[in-house]
């Protein structure tokens, strides 16, 4: 199982995907390999977090990065569970446009 179904709602294959690909950008962008590849995935990375507003970000970065769940986040902020998953979706969604159209 995924670090994002195992925090989060079911996501559609397009969400997945995007998911995916956000980590091992975050991931790229950290990795001790040849400066140019580095610099290209960080590159990669900041474009895909620009497409995200604060909050998006958060809850992006908290779920994909930090292995938080909704719940998790949902009683730390006072937030309801099902308005985090709405902005988490829709934060995928984001993801999902911009690198379909290859930024």
């Given at each position: 199982?995924?670090?994002?179904?195992?925090?989060?709602?079911?996501?559609?294959?397009?969400?997945?995907?995007?998911?995916?690909?956000?980590?091992?950008?975050?991931?790229a962008?950290?990795?001790?390999?040849?400066?140019?590849?580095?610099?290209?995935?960080?590159?990669?990375?900041?474009?895909?977090?620009?497409?995200?507003?604060?909050?998006?970000?958060?809850?992006?970065?908290?779920?994909l990065?930090?292995?938080?769940?909704?719940?998790?986040?949902?009683?730390?902020?006072?937030?309801?569970?099902?308005?985090?998953?709405?902005?988490?979706?829709?934060?995928?969604?984001?993801?999902?446009?911009?690198?379909?159209?290859?930024?």
């Open positions: 199982m995924s670090l994002t179904e195992s925090t989060g709602p079911e996501l559609s294959i397009e969400q997945e995907t995007a998911a995916r690909r956000y980590e091992r950008a975050a991931e962008s950290q990795a001790n390999t040849k400066p140019e590849k580095r610099m290209m995935a960080q590159e990669s990375y900041v474009r895909a977090r620009r497409v995200l507003e604060p909050s998006e970000l958060a809850i992006v970065d908290l779920v990065l930090k292995g938080r769940a909704l719940a998790q986040i949902a009683a730390a902020t006072g937030r309801d569970v099902a308005a985090l998953e709405g902005l988490y979706l829709a934060a995928l969604d984001k993801l999902s446009t911009h690198f379909e159209q290859g930024r």
